[in-house]
């Protein structure tokens, strides 16, 4: 019998790389191996849920039973792979070997921990799949004050969706604004103004060193010797590719799992992408650029080799209270910022020398422009 395409992980990479594939070939045996339950579900609704006051169920899109007829593939949940042996084409779930044809690791990336002293430690939430969502919104449910831990994307959206959501946010990140590594610092200011509008209050520069249990809620002591009594504490610090297991079976890794531009890893069977992979250098923790590498490795893993393309990646961040979208200056390129607008409603651009357009940042009304921008912006991996 031929051994199957293997793919660790059952996010939006692992459920779109099936189905890219399974357009293509309808034959080969098919087997999805996910450490969680294997619902599909679409990650960028965790922050947007809470306003609506959806439970995890609401958000579940398709159980792994009916993605498995979808797919015409085994789905194995609350399943982890252990290790890899590359040499003889198999993976180890403990003591069980499965064999592989081509493996594909989609296996996504992990919350960073924070280090915090305290009885209340344990009890910090990530909310970075269904399962975690679920578990926060249970334990939020009848409380009203969320301590957030990061002022990123992430830590933004959140306390954008748990004011709306009826919570009283206070956000704690040791930065001087907001998204500092997507943001210049006049589009930052004008998402922290529209945020503090909704009532959020923000502690940009101290740090959470230490939690403790306090009655029923938590005291949150912060660097700068500061106090703030809350019901709940959310991590959005920011997340690590996951790299051990690749590391441990020998494949070359650096801040993700390094792919070429086919997704394929330093082994010839074994390929990555999403959140764990890092493409040609680029590690981009999104949506847009995962559905591209999926269209491309289907057509390799189905006997056509594909490079992935990138287009421009613009991304839209879910802050309501002051729309922003943002298309990031690659990595290694540096130019000179104009600003036009007043208020919230900014336009943001940054040129190189020559005058090519190498990202925005767009808030309030300004958010219209993206599509014009869109199509003066290079590719980002042509
Ligand atoms: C709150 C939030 C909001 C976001 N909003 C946006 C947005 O608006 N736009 C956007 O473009 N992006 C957004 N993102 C990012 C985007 O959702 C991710 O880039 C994407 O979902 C990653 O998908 P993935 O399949 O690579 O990883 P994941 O969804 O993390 O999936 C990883 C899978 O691997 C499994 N796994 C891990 N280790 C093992 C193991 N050892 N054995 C077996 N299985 C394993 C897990 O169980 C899981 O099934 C957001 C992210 C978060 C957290």
């Known amino acids: 019998m031929t051994a199957p395409v293997v793919i660790i992980g059952t996010g939006l990479a692992g459920y779109n790389l099936a189905r890219e594939f399974r357009k293509l070939d309808g034959d080969t045996p098919l087997v999805l191996i996910s450490a969680d339950d294997g619902r599909s579900y679409s990650k960028p609704m965790l922050s947007t849920s809470f306003a609506k006051g959806k439970e995890a169920d609401a958000l579940c899109m398709a159980e792994p039973g009916a993605m498995a007829e979808q797919l015409k593939a085994e789905i194995r949940t609350h399943t982890r792979v252990s290790g890899i042996d590359p040499g003889h084409r198999r993976l180890w779930i403990g003591q069980e070997a499965v064999p ?200 390799t893993l189905a006997g056509t080799p594909t490079s992935v393309t990138y287009g421009p990646m613009p991304v839209t961040v879910k802050t309501p209270a002051c729309p922003l979208v943002v298309a990031p200056v690659p990595l290694g390129q540096t130019g000179h910022w104009q600003l036009e607008g007043q208020g919230a409603d900014l336009k943001m651009l940054c040129y190189s020398a020559e005058g090519q357009l190498l990202g925005y940042a767009l808030t309030g009304d300004a958010v219209k422009e993206k599509l014009t921008l869109n199509r003066q912006l290079p590719a980002l991996m042509a």
């Not at 082994?267 to 590690?283: P, Y």
């Open 100 to 299: 592989y044809r081509d493996l594909v690791l989609a296996w996504g990336a992990q919350t960073v921990p924070v280090p915090v002293e305290g009885d209340g430690a344990a009890s910090i939430f990530a909310i970075n799949d269904l399962e975690e969502y679920a578990r926060f919104r249970a334990a939020a449910a009848g409380k009203q004050r969320v301590l957030i831990l990061g002022a990123g994307l992430i830590g933004c959206e959140f306390a954008n969706d748990l004011s709306l959501g009826g919570y009283q946010c206070e956000v704690v990140a040791p930065c001087e604004q907001l998204m500092p590594t997507l943001l210049p610092p006049a589009a930052a200011s004008a998402v922290q103004i529209g945020l503090q509008a909704l009532g959020v209050r923000f502690h940009l520069g101290p740090v959470l060193t230490r939690l403790d249990r306090a009655g029923g809620a938590l005291r949150a002591h912060l660097s700068d010797a500061s106090v703030i009594d809350c019901d709940l504490v959310v991590s959005a610090v920011g997340l690590r590719p996951r790299t051990d297991l690749a590391a441990a079976a020998g494949l070359q890794v650096n801040r993700a799992v390094v792919v070429d531009r086919q997704l394929r890893t330093s082994h010839a069977n074994i390929f990555a992408l999403g959140d764990c992979a890092e493409v040609e250098g680029i590690n981009l923790l999104y949506v847009m650029p995962l559905m591209a590498c999926a269209r491309a490795l289907a057509q």
